[in-house]
């Protein structure tokens, strides 16, 4: 049971943490991936299935862009993605939403 109620609550900030993510600088998806995992101790374990709906969702959003990296010798190209200006306001404004959110439910908690 808790499993699903998890995974629900994961599911409201990814856009934001894959937003905060990218305002570091560009990356591809399976760094992303890996930079979730890592910085959240393994709470945030997606998987490409996961990811990558987010990211074409919030281009189609104008919230990131792509370009595809150069191979290199026995490398293979990497589509690399960048947050757009668009991106950086809606982070800004997620956060706060997710601030205040927080807030609300830990009032509510406490009592």
């Known amino acids: 049971m808790k499993q ?11 856009e934001m943490l894959v937003l905060r ?3 570091e600088n560009e990356k591809y998806g399976y760094q992303l991936i890996c930079e979730l995992k890592e ?10 299935g996961t990811l990558y709906p987010i990211l074409y969702r919030m281009e189609e959003d104008g919230l990131v862009t792509n370009r595809w990296s150069e ?14 200006g668009e991106g950086r306001a809606v982070l800004t404004e997620l956060w ?16």
């Open 4 to 14: 699903k109620y998890e995974q629900q609550m994961k599911k409201g900030v990814l």
């Open 21 to 23: 993510l990218l305002s």
């Open 39 to 48: 910085r959240s101790d393994g709470t945030f374990m997606l998987k490409e």
């Open 71 to 84: 191979p290199k010798g026995r490398e293979v190209s990497k589509k690399y993605y960048r947050i757009t």
């Open 96 to 111: 706060e939403l997710w601030q205040s959110f927080a807030g609300s439910v830990g009032s509510i908690m406490k009592k």
